[in-house]
């Protein structure tokens, strides 16, 4: 058993995320960071959908009843388990009535607690993601408070003796330079209406997270984006990534937590393959846009999941050699 | 195509393997365990990482450490050697699936090889002559069996479908003794070999040991390099090797070897291998396929002029075999020795230093070891420190050039058995030649009883 | 190499036989003992731990997300502690401290390939 010891609100449960459900008017919800997510997973030789305890505020405490192996990813949160302090992006095995501990983040926004087998929370169409708004999924379709008590889906350990972990995925799939996150974007259907100095704007000037985020979507400040004429659109479906543009300039980027139709104008949307990228920039942080082509868009799905396999087959590779080691 | 090999072996073998990648301009990567840091065939390596602790199960059995040194050392390819991996199909999917080549066959040609059964009745296929018995696993009832052994008629041979080697198979002189043997070898199967598979032959009482090289190329090509007689063995282990076998008919070693090269194009085999056969009454019968290069290899080299070795790396590079059967001549005779750290009266291994060496030299002598003044034998592995290889015009100058060559070698510092080869080389049977695979055994249990009748 | 584990064997033997003083020597390594209230003889305890690799990979003593590497000359490390990691691909494999100690030196280069039980430093 995993108890919670302390959380900020809005940790909760989450996996990949529920997919099929868009004409039923349920979204997509699942982690905010899908990289950090499949990766925690990997070293754990999960699933790669396993469901792990998605920690946007810290700190986060937990302590575990049971021995139970378990990876920490995503925000760079100094973390410790019992008196050992562990590494960025790393998986070991918990010992029962160790207690872990994330503190607030150097960088990056969201933390992901994954143990071995994946969080044993009922599947709800299909998915073990909450969902908030629908108040089903996760535990009780809630966050996780004080006291609260989850189970992990694997007892025994798959794990190396001193654990392992794995390297940043910026490292892996880079873009942009310097201190903003870069995302590329696919123009939306209205870009065409937005003024000429707005198509500038949207890709040349830097867009700052404003705290007005979460994960239902990312508002951001910069420029005011303007369409040549105002138009009134029907409400239509919408899907994480979307960038809206309300009246007053600003826009939205729409994220798993997103409802499932709206009516603002669309300029583009940010391409599923950086969406990841999205779920660790923080308040405060800089955007940049880039452009890119539908091709672009299924290559860069494309060097995702190439980049998973190789992680996976590494990490089965020393799972089985360190097995080797010690048998 | 490759330009570093990856040797996943030790001693005498990982420093021939390294000599033919060198001639063909390979970098070279060994692999070590920490009993053998510090190994002498290790200083002539581009590159040595030790891949773990010293029993082998941690280390040259260790399939995904070999393949994370591979990897890390930017090998393009691994070369097995005989024993450890050498037959392992899962380790040849985790090469291949590392985008990494293994040289040797297929994972699957090794599986259809590793399964008895399923080996036999791929050369029943072929027409390769098969020891008397059903292609199939035993039924479990022990009518159906009594029934089977019956036609054979006794004795017959239980095996294990998974086993090999001289393992896993049990004697039945009699009706009335095959349900407890059926019974018993069934469940040895299913602990040593993890298949409960049996199958049943017709036991042969006196039969000579003699096997076929085989070596083939990506591209259909598949030659058969002469035969070898390796009967002189000791409990399944082959203590002496020579090529050709003596006094066999050299029209049916022809039939033979053809139909093992069919045997290869069938299977779509590539690499060097080797059929061994047991040989009776003018016969031959297969028992088994060995899908990697042999211990005794050199001996086939010696009387061909073949570099077995140099051609199974170009082979695995993809290369065709330039090589006809009609360019495949064998010339005189050849003999191996196989020298082992052990004492010769009780077999016990004798690791230790060694403190000093007189090697053997000469016409036609060639000695393959690893082993050096001040080199430790590790008491992990196999005792085989040597490989001692004559040549001769024919079979009676071999015999004096070995016997020279044994009585010029010394290893001090540890116990061998130099002394017991050389008694084999003036034994009376050896000399006349085409002894059977129980000879040796009865050989040194009439020595032991005369020592102790002397004593 | 003598280790901790070592001198509580050492100890335990030493009350076991009833002796009073033990000298060990292995390698660079002595080690030496007295038991009782009587004035130790200035033996200069020295007592070295190794720490090596339980793997197979490429020396990395920063991790990419930090800034600083895990151990330098000097620090204090705990036994368990990750004082470096060995890289395969994305992939880290940690460098434990199999003892408790100060740093005296950094025997691998960073980038460096080190196979399985290699010397990464040294303890004392």
Request: aromatic content about 6%; overall charge negative.
């Amino acid at each position: 058993m995993i108890e919670i010891l302390s959380t900020a609100p809005l940790s909760m449960v989450q996996d990949t995320g529920r997919v099929g459900f868009y004409r039923d008017g349920v979204g997509r919800c699942g982690a905010m960071d899908t990289i950090s997510l499949a990766l925690g997973n990997l070293l754990l030789a999960n699933d790669r959908n396993a469901a792990a305890i998605e920690v946007p505020i810290l700190p986060f405490s937990v302590r575990f009843s049971k021995d139970v192996d378990i990876a920490v990813m995503g925000a760079d949160c100094a973390t410790r388990l019992g008196d050992l302090e562990l590494p960025p992006d790393w998986a070991i095995r918990a010992q029962a009535g160790e207690v872990l501990t994330l503190s607030a983040p150097r960088s990056g926004c969201r933390a992901y607690l994954c143990v071995g087998g994946g969080i044993d929370v009922p599947e709800v169409l299909g998915s073990r993601s909450t969902q908030l708004r629908g108040e089903f999924g996760g535990l009780d379709g809630r966050m996780l408070r004080k006291g609260d008590q989850l189970s992990a889906g694997r007892g025994e350990t798959r794990l190396p003796p001193a654990g392992m972990g794995v390297g940043p995925a910026l490292a892996a799939l880079p873009l942009g330079e310097g201190g903003a996150v870069h995302v590329r974007v696919l123009p939306a259907s209205e870009y065409g209406l937005f003024t000429v100095e707005s198509h500038a704007a949207l890709w040349e000037s830097d867009w700052t997270v404003t705290p007005q985020s979460n994960r239902s979507g990312y508002r951001l400040s910069g420029s005011q984006l303007r369409m040549e004429s105002p138009v009134e659109l029907r409400s239509h479906g919408v899907v994480p990534g979307v960038i809206q543009v309300p009246a007053g300039g600003a826009p939205i980027i729409q994220l798993a937590d997103a409802a499932t139709m709206g009516g603002y104008p669309k300029i583009g949307t940010v391409i599923e393959a950086d969406l990841w990228r999205l779920g660790q920039a923080r308040p405060g942080d800089m955007l940049r846009f880039v452009q890119a082509s539908y091709d672009d868009s299924l290559l860069a799905l494309d060097q995702v999941e190439t980049y998973l396999r190789s992680v996976e087959a590494m990490a089965t590779r020393l799972r089985g050699a360190a097995a080797g080691w010690i048998r | 195509m490759f330009d570093t090999l990856l040797i996943a072996n030790r001693g005498e073998i990982a420093l021939r393997i390294q000599r033919a990648a060198k001639g063909l301009g390979l970098r070279t990567v060994c692999v070590y365990s920490q009993a053998d840091a510090g190994a002498p065939y290790l200083e002539i390596a581009d590159e040595a990482i030790c891949i773990g602790p010293a029993p082998a199960r941690n280390s040259y059995l260790n399939v995904d450490a070999i393949v994370l040194a591979a990897l890390q050392t930017g090998a393009g390819a691994i070369h097995p050697g005989y024993g450890f991996l050498s037959e392992n199909a899962e380790f040849v999917d985790t090469i291949q699936a590392a985008g990494l080549t293994f040289v040797g066959p297929s994972a699957k040609c090794i599986r259809t090889m590793g399964d008895k059964v399923a080996a036999k009745r791929a050369m029943i296929a072929a027409g390769v002559p098969c020891v008397p018995g059903p292609d199939s696993a035993l039924p479990a009832d022990i009518a159906s069996i009594k029934a089977v052994a019956d036609e054979i008629g006794y004795p017959v041979i239980l095996k294990a479908a998974g086993g090999g080697g001289g393992r896993g198979m049990r004697v039945v002189r009699s009706g009335d003794e095959l349900a407890a043997a059926a019974a018993l070898t069934r469940e040895e199967a299913q602990r040593f070999f993890n298949n409960p598979d049996i199958y049943i032959e017709k036991f042969l009482q006196n039969p000579r040991h003699v096997e076929i090289q085989v070596l083939c190329d990506a591209h259909g090509t598949a030659l058969w390099l002469g035969d070898r007689d390796c009967s002189m063995q000791r409990r399944h282990q082959k203590v002496i090797e020579e090529a050709p076998a003596p006094g066999i008919d050299r029209s049916l070693i022809t039939e033979v070897g053809e139909r093992c090269a069919n045997a290869c194009r069938q299977i779509g085999y590539v690499g060097a291998g080797t059929f061994e056969f047991l040989y009776e009454d003018g016969e031959f019968y297969f028992i088994e396929m060995n899908t990697r290069v042999q211990v005794e290899h050199p001996v086939t080299e010696m009387v061909t002029g073949i570099d077995i070795v140099t051609l199974q790396i170009q082979v695995a590079m993809g290369l065709p075999l330039t090589l006809s059967q009609s360019d495949i001549v064998t010339h005189g005779h050849s003999i191996e020795c196989r020298i082992n750290a052990e004492d010769p009266y009780s077999f016990l291994p004798s690791p230790g230093t060694v403190t000093g060496m007189v090697l053997p030299a000469g016409e036609g002598v060639r000695l393959d070891t690893h082993i050096r003044s001040g080199y430790t034998i590790p008491s992990q592995y196999d005792s085989m420190i040597a490989k001692l290889i004559v040549h001769g015009e024919d079979r009676q100058e071999a015999l004096v050039r070995m016997r020279a060559a044994l009585a010029a070698f010394e290893v001090q510092g540890i116990v061998t058995n130099i002394a017991l080869q050389a008694d084999l080389m003036r034994d009376g049977g050896f000399v006349a030649g085409g002894v059977n695979i129980h000879y040796l055994e009865h050989w040194l249990t009439a020595r032991s009883a005369q020592s102790g009748a002397a004593a | 190499m003598i280790t901790v584990d070592d001198l509580d064997r050492m100890l335990a033997l030493m009350g076991e036989h009833g002796l009073q003083m033990l000298d060990v020597r292995e390698g660079e390594t002595r080690v030496r003992i007295v038991l009782g209230r009587g004035p130790p003889e200035p033996v200069k305890m020295s007592v070295k731990t190794i720490i090596k690799t339980e793997a197979i990979g490429t020396f990395v003593p920063t991790h990419p997300r930090l800034a600083v590497p895990m151990v330098a000359v000097g620090d204090k490390v705990m036994e368990r502690e990750i004082v470096g990691f060995l890289a395969s691909g994305a992939v880290l494999m940690p460098i434990r401290a199999s003892a408790s100690g100060h740093v005296t030196s950094i025997h691998a280069r960073p980038g460096e390939l080190l196979g399985f039980g290699a010397p990464v430093l040294s303890l004392a």
